[in-house]
């Protein structure tokens, strides 16, 4: 020791360590074991097997989404009697939010002029010119009060006459599915996703599919599961809804494109995932989707006419989910490092319940130790009892 | 020893564990007590009850917004004079996005003709001919020169002739907000969540909520708390934008929805938040919100006639962002683990400082060392003293 | 220790530690300092100073994102033959998903009628009336088969008669991209971000910037790097596109805008760095962007008319990632905590290789252990040899 300190060198070649003591206790042995067992299981079962904990994961994604509807629809309007994609996919640009419309209210050729307000306004009902503030806008209204009570167009109740685009919209009759050719429609996606931190991009498209298949295939798991087309009808069906009762009150549906590719694998492998959720509930209240739109015309006097058209149909929304997985050598430090604290932590469990298993043999024991410290101390001066004990 | 060695099959049952030594020593026991309080009180406060390192957070969340304004304006244009949703929002199918019109220039009837630039295009103005170069289009301008110079209708400056949409925009009078009545109009936001790794769907619309509740609620965090309905004022001033100012020149505003569920919990507790926030700075430079649109019709000659509008007004946002929270064993094993790592830090230090305190007694601690060594070597050969000193 | 017993608080200074043994091997020795020094490299240099592992990352950002798009470019329709951004702009409304119409095939005065089938679509070309299903929709038609075969006009082939939006669409001739100007067009981004749980805002419009500026500086990394104004054909070049092909056949363009804000140094610092990436693969099958809108008008019978176009051009998308990263005193320890469990790793390895290295000393240290034991244990009752061996 005197020597070590006489040459301050030589102490960084001093290999530090614990002393340690070996017990052949079979119970706590084996429980020592067991926990290892336990841990070790936990550790490559778990952590590296089930959860690839040696893998950091990344979840930035750029991504682009081009969708575009097909299909011909035959429809009953003022307007034209057949609706293509022109007409019923809103908006017109294919990015990943679409709507596709399946059913429709038209109110056409409104102007702006005088009429009785919508019963189905909320106090838009009246038995008396009093009951109309002139100039009031009741709010989810169509127009602006003109202060006169007025009998609805064939039917017996009173509404506030309004100013405004007139006449006002008729409340849907339970009509059935106006455009019952969507559910043949189809709807061909094309995602784009780019891992820019591993260079990596990819495509749902195989590059060995030919201009004519993807004309003609339909998406199908089994036997095309890289078409990229797919029909309306079993979008809306794999998301849980029947196609009749959405495609008259609308709905939203959510196209899941997944990617998990791993790195430490081929790449090659990391292929998308599709699947269809219904993003909305099943209560009336909250269900359905609908929205109202306006085409503007003006007549040869220069007035200004509309047609207004409340659509319900689906809304498709791509989303696009992607996970680069990869070897991270901090992760897996983390994993191992917390693992064997953990096997610390079961040492030390161990060390406790040796030392109850003994107590019956304390007295033993203690002699033991008793015996190993009188040798200790047996050169020791008086004052040092104190302050160790070992 | 010997005996074990002899069957390898007991060495599993051998449990080794280290010596440990008991020092007496108050101040170091004492600061290795408050050492253990601090990282207990740091492991339980938190990382356990204000971290919740315990769970594993996940923040994919599948999300579908739809949204509706509802409303009345008086305006003053040659299209119409009087707006409804159909024409004061943009798009109009109602997403997350949506732009809500409070204040717009229009600039009617335009032809394609020739007529002098507006004086407000950055090196419009000219002396003479041959300052426009004929054929040149310059940047932010509205047509092709035509290469004369000509004098502005109603205006003393010269500017290049172009040929284009005709008249031109005027430059924005400092007017007074043209829809006054947007600051009562309604915002329906419909927010509906899923979180497919746990299966559970939300919607921020209570399932009690009937029909009618909904088209007359206005949210309230008091009083209507689950009102889905919120009147755009509100929404403006809670952002911290003053109405008046903004409706004139236009802002982005985010309406921030945000679902933390804790699934270790009742989900049933788990509540949309709403919050929103001005998504613009107060510089004037990058400030306001505007675009432009045009509508175009035909004359019964032929020739295509548009109304430009060029429109201010709230860029609603809808961002939704949720997590969800549940126990996971990894990370509280991560976090346990290197607690007690931590632990053993403070072990370490407690260990340095022990042996620095009793430098002054070390000449005696020295001794006891060395009267230690001398009994466990006293036995020994003498060669291997150099090997081993403990 | 057993005055101790007779005092439980007296325990609570006790400090117990392990017993440290020191060897003075010095290849075991320098092992475990080089050991030590990996570690602490590892520690210091790839855990804090690259992968800063103090710090914590957010990437939750709110953003909001407004685009201009300026330029005039002339065309040839039956229209209008100059295009402003109001014609060849869609969306309208400048938000970060916005399309630029580079190339178009226009096909005008549409009316639903009677015409041979366009022989692009599959299937459509037939010899005789009874290869024509009478009202059948095919997939990717143009309208509803009458049953009858016709030739096309000014084509040889025959196709089945259809009744819809007449004439129908002609294949694209592989024209050049009309819309040359293009390049020239100039795309104004502002971005507006913020980091709520750090209430830091940030836009990457520089404040100082006047309007003028603004509206006459043009996007340079060296010379502009805070000019929100870029030139299309730049960006498309930066992309890795050749500008003519795309314009020609439709691309998507993703414009990455890049915060990490490190929120332990002076957030002034933080900017944003833009990046253009191309977003579709080279593979014909899978390249382009297109998609078709019509406009529609009325003539004086009454009738109605459109005007179909199948545009190419540029989508634009503006993806705006953020990271705040934060010192974080969890993170930290849990680095610091597996690392020195790794150092604990070490310091086990060195244990297991100085047991082996004193093997062939193993008779000497075996005979060390037994001269310790046996004096531990010389004063020990018969019976408690077998349960500890030290």
Chains 1, 2, 3 share one sequence.
């Not at 009570?149 to 919209?169: L, Q, S, V």
Request: with cysteine.
């Amino acid at each position: 020791m005197a020597r070590r300190c006489s040459n301050p060198l030589l102490y960084l070649f001093n290999y530090t360590t614990v002393r340690y003591v070996v017990t052949q206790n079979k119970i706590v042995g084996l429980l020592y074991r067991f926990f290892q067992l336990i841990i070790m299981c936990y550790l490559i079962g778990w952590v590296f097997v089930t959860k690839k904990g040696y893998q950091v994961v990344d979840d930035t994604i750029e991504s682009s989404v081009v969708t575009k509807v097909k299909g011909i629809a035959r429809v009953n309007t003022t307007f034209s009697d057949l609706w293509g994609p022109e007409e019923y996919v809103i908006p017109d640009h294919g990015g990943k939010f679409l709507f596709v419309v399946t059913n429709f209210i038209e109110t056409p050729n409104q102007t702006l002029t005088t009429c009785p307000e919508s019963p189905s306004v909320p106090f838009s009902t009246c038995t008396h010119d009093d009951n109309c503030t002139e100039g009031e806008a009741v709010r989810a209204g169509n127009g602006i009060k003109t202060g006169t009570c007025r009998k609805t167009d064939g039917n017996e109740t009173n509404t506030c006459e309004i100013y405004g685009w007139c006449p006002t919209e008729k409340p849907r009759r339970e009509a059935a599915t106006m455009l019952r050719e969507a559910e043949n429609f189809t709807v061909y996606i094309r995602n784009f996703i780019k891992f820019s931190q591993f260079n990596l991009s990819k495509t749902n498209i195989l590059k060995e599919g030919y201009p004519s298949y993807i004309k003609t295939c339909l998406h199908d798991e089994i036997h095309h599961p890289y078409c990229p087309v797919f029909r309306l009808g079993d979008i809306v069906s794999k998301a849980g809804y029947r196609f009749e009762e959405v495609a008259a009150k609308g709905g939203s549906i959510g196209i899941v494109i997944k990617w998990s590719c791993d790195f430490d694998m081929d790449t090659s492998d990391c292929h998308p995932q599709y699947s269809f959720m219904s993003m909305g509930s099943s209560t009336p209240v909250t269900a359905g989707y609908n929205f109202r739109f306006a085409r503007y015309s003006s007549d040869a006097a220069g007035r200004t006419h509309r047609n207004l058209y409340k659509v319900y149909g689906f809304q498709l929304n791509v989303m696009v989910f992607g996970t680069a997985s990869q070897f991270s050598i901090i992760h897996t430090i983390i994993n191992v490092a917390s693992v064997l604290t953990l096997m610390a932590v079961g040492s030390y469990i161990c060390d406790v319940i040796l030392l109850f298993m003994v107590k019956k043999k304390y007295a033993k024991f203690e002699s033991l130790i008793k015996a190993d410290k009188e040798i200790a101390l047996q050169k020791m001066p008086d004052h040092s009892k104190r302050k160790f004990s070992h």
